[in-house]
């Protein structure tokens, strides 16, 4: 099954390469027009920016391989910003119409909701589908489509409201989730589209709060160390990544630690051995320092990249990658340390080395003003120790802004875990508690759901 697969130069066309290589098809990358409307099956990924998005299409002629290719029913997917520069605009970018081939306009999410929605969501299953049916999928995106057009079948989520969360027609599917990050279920929709079979119904899945685990890597390796220091190998980053999918993992976070420090970028080969193998979302963070390093790391595999120290020396780069790729792909790291001089926090930077004495609460609120999509905070403090997390810090950050938050630091059991949700994380990111054996993924999540009634993804 040969696939072409635009090349949009808008960030997750490795992700989805990688999937339709583990669905079984043979994949070309390709922005050449006349091959991609001659093409047997065409895939039209991206995320990031809508006007971006439109201009790149007009700019290369693929906008009319594509239009040729809706004519003719030929088999396409498009996948969350390939899907809604299929209609005829978004409020992300009045100014720009869209290609139009089908009625509508994207809105941006209601004030008092998280946007960007980070995160898997039911997925039900709506009348006249073939390819769709129920399930959990991964979401990452501020912009939805209210409602479907008419001939379309179409397969629902909700946040806040229901909204389109995939649409097919005949060969056509157009997904808003990502099922190139959605694990099997992806994996299964995927492959029915590629081979034009018909899906069996099923109720919507179960979804909750997105357990991660987390690989601190340097040369290749991964690490762990307590307070960013005395590091140990802890094993093979491929090979633990591969494990956390099968036991059930929400999302895998990668930070090379050591490239700050020794001022070099990320190791994009690691990324992309990852990616091969991993059929989950992936964030890497580590020597970010400029748009073209998260174009990089977006390119070997990553969905999102993380910013930390860079970050915090020139606040800029926040809406510099978040304006070129989107704000869901801009996690903004922060490692918090109590103050030795008096209550609160501040940020720490050079993996702990350096105390900048900004208030970490204030730079969390800064960040989300500057176009953040997700915070990663992490206690300096609770580091490695098993401690648990800081629970007051979680809970001030989370009173100062509104994006999806991830809590990390210091995590040894499902207690520790059910009471950072409690504080107000919408995400919990260990490392220790895995890589020592401790508990399995699959573990984790039980006791979570038994001993402390929260609902997880399964």
């Given amino acids: 099954m040969s696939v072409i697969l635009v090349e949009t130069g808008l960030a997750n066309t490795a992700s989805v390469a990688a999937a339709l290589h583990r669905a079984g098809a043979a994949v070309t990358r390709s922005a050449d027009p006349e091959l991609i409307r001659r093409a047997e099956r065409v895939v039209l990924p991206g995320v990031g920016h809508y006007g971006a998005g439109v201009a790149m299409l007009r700019e290369t002629g693929v906008d009319r391989a594509i239009a040729d290719r809706f004519v003719r029913g030929a088999p396409t997917l498009g996948v969350c910003l390939g899907m809604q520069l299929l209609f005829e605009g978004s409020e992300e970018a009045p100014d720009a119409p869209g290609l139009g081939l089908l009625p509508g306009r994207l809105r941006r999410f209601a004030p008092g909701l998280q946007a960007p929605r980070l995160g898997w969501g039911a997925v039900t299953q709506g009348e006249g589908t073939h390819l769709l049916n129920g399930g959990a999928a991964y979401f990452a995106h501020s912009y939805y489509l209210p409602a479907a057009p008419s001939g379309w079948a179409e397969a629902t989520s909700s946040h806040g409201a229901p909204y389109v969360a995939a649409l097919e027609r005949g060969a056509w599917l157009l997904c808003q989730l990502h099922p190139e990050l959605s694990g099997a279920w992806g994996l299964d929709l995927l492959g029915r589209w590629l081979r034009g079979e018909a899906a069996v119904a099923q109720a919507p899945g179960r979804v909750g709060p997105r357990i991660i685990p987390c690989l601190d890597v340097s040369a290749g390796r991964v690490v762990k160390g307590v307070k960013f220091a005395g590091l140990r190998d802890a094993g093979d980053p491929v090979e633990q990544a591969r494990s956390y999918a099968e ?12 490239a700050t420090v020794e001022a070099r970028a990320s190791a994009a080969e690691t990324v992309a051995a990852v990616r091969a193998v991993l059929p989950l979302p992936l964030t890497v963070g580590g020597g970010v320092r ?10 070997s595999g990553a969905d999102k990249v993380a910013v930390n120290t860079a970050a915090v020396e020139d606040p800029s780069l926040i809406a510099r990658i978040s304006e070129r790729f989107g704000a869901q792909c801009c996690v903004v790291a922060i490692d918090a340390a109590r103050r030795l001089d008096g209550p609160g926090w501040e940020v720490v930077t050079r ?16 960040a989300e003003r500057r176009g ?4 990663l905070l992490t206690s300096f403090d609770r580091d490695g120790t098993g401690e648990g997390y800081d629970l007051p810090l979680l809970r001030a950050v989370r009173a100062a802004q509104g994006l999806p938050l991830i809590a990390s630091g210091g995590a040894r059991t499902p207690a520790h875990l059910a009471a950072a949700l409690e504080a107000g994380a919408d995400a919990v990111l260990a490392a220790t508690i895995f890589h020592d054996g401790h508990l399995r993924v699959s573990e984790l999540k039980a ?6 009634h929260i609902e997880v993804r399964r």
């Fill in 247 to 258: 036991q059930g993992a929400d999302e895998l976070v990668i930070l090379d630690v050591s």
């Fill in 290 to 299: 400029a748009p073209e390093d998260a174009a990089r790391l977006l390119a």
């Fill in 351 to 366: 993996a702990g080395r350096n105390r900048t004495g900004i208030d970490a609460v204030e730079w969390a609120a800064e």
């Fill in 372 to 375: 953040a999509g997700e915070l």
């Fill in 447 to 452: 006791a979570l759901f038994r001993d402390h």
